[in-house]
C-alpha cells in the first residue's frame, strides 16, 4: 500500500505549523520516523518496497523549518519544539503504541520522546543519534564556526559538508539548501549540543525499557561508547561503506537492520 501525502496544521508553543507528512494505515504496530537534520520524510519512503513491513502502518513528516512543512516561526525551533511537533502528529493520526525510528536530530528527538512515555514505545532504532557530546560533529560548528547571519553560516557549514571526506556527505550538501530554512539551523543546533552536553542522553538511552539498536556507518566505528551501550544490552547495527547517511550510502543494509530488529521485538 502506498502513502497518503497530507498536510497536518497545528500549533506548538503558539506557532502555526503545517507539516507535510507521509502516512499508510495497517493492521501492524505502527512504525514512526523522524528525519536527521537537512534530510525530509522522502528518506523513508522506500519503505512500501519492502515486503517486511507490509500490514505496518507507517507514520513520517517533515520537521519543522524542514522539507515541506511550514512553520510561521523559524526562531522558536529547537529540539523540544520538535518533540512536541512529533506529539502532535502522532495525536493528529491517533498512534499510541508503536516503533520508533529516528536519524541524528531525528534520533535526539525520539529518544527524547521514548524517554517521556516509555509505554508508548514497542522499539527504538536510533540511527546515529545524539547519545553523546562527541555525536555532535555537525551541530557543535555553531560554537566553532560562529556567525551572526544565519545565511552566512549556513552556507559556510554547506560548503564544509560538501568537502567533508565521509561518505554520502557531498550529496548530502547538494540539497541542504532546499530542505532546510537557514533560520531554523541556529536553534536546532545549538539545542542539540546543549542536550548532549548536559542532559544525560546516555542514561536516558541506556534506561530505556523497550529493545533499543544503535545503527552506525563503518566510518564511525570509532565511537568511543559503542562497547559500552553493546556491554549494557543494545544491539549494534554496524553499516558498511557508509558514513552517516546509510539511507543514502546503503539503504538496503539499513532495511534489513530495522526488519531483522524489529522482527524480534513482537
Known amino acids: ?8 496544521p497545528l500549533t506548538v508553543d503558539g506557532v502555526a505549523l503545517n507539516i507535510a507528512a507521509l502516512y499508510r494505515s495497517g493492521t501492524r504496530a505502527p512504525i514512526v520516523f523522524l528525519h536527521g537534520f537537512g534530510s525530509t520524510k522522502e528518506d523513508y519512503a522506500d519503505i512500501v518496497l519492502h515486503p517486511a513491513f507490509d500490514e505496518h502502518a507507517v507514520v513520517a513528516f517533515d520537521a519543522p523549518g524542514c522539507g515541506e512543512s511550514e512553520c510561521a516561526d523559524l526562531s522558536k525551533i529547537c529540539i523540544p519544539f520538535l518533540l512536541e511537533t512529533a506529539l502532535q502528529v502522532l495525536n493528529h493520526f491517533d498512534v499510541e503504541r508503536f516503533h520508533l525510528v529516528g536519524h541524528s536530530m531525528g534520533g535526539l528527538t525520539a529518544l527524547l520522546l521514548a524517554h517521556r512515555f516509555p509505554e508508548r514505545v ?11 557530546p562527541e555525536d555532535c560533529f555537525l551541530s557543535r560548528q555553531i560554537v566553532d564556526f560562529p556567525a551572526d547571519d544565519p545565511d552566512a553560516f549556513f552556507s559556510a557549514f554547506i560548503h564544509r559538508t560538501r568537502q567533508a571526506p565521509a561518505y554520502a556527505s557531498a550529496l548530502y550538501s547538494a540539497s541542504l539548501r532546499h530542505k532546510v530554512r537557514a533560520g531554523a539551523v541556529r536553534g536546532i543546533f545549538a539545542s542539540m549540543v546543549e542536550l548532549s552536553d548536559h542532559a544525560d542522553l546516555m542514561g536516558k538511552f541506556l534506561g530505556l525499557p523497550c529493545p533499543t539498536m544503535f545503527m552506525y556507518g563503518e566510518q564511525n566505528a570509532t565511537l568511543s561508547y559503542l562497547p559500552h551501550i553493546q556491554a549494557n544490552g543494545v544491539r549494534l547495527a554496524p553499516i558498511a561503506q557508509c558514513g552517516h547517511f546509510p539511507m543514502y550510502s546503503n ?6 537492520q530495522i526488519a531483522d530488529f524489529q522482527s524480534r521485538t513482537l
Open 1 to 8: 500500500m502506498s502513502f497518503v501525502h497530507t498536510a497536518v
Open 122 to 132: 514497542l522499539s527504538f532504532t536510533d540511527i546515529e543519534g545524539n547519545i553523546a
Open 251 to 256: 539503504p538496503a543494509a539499513m532495511w534489513q
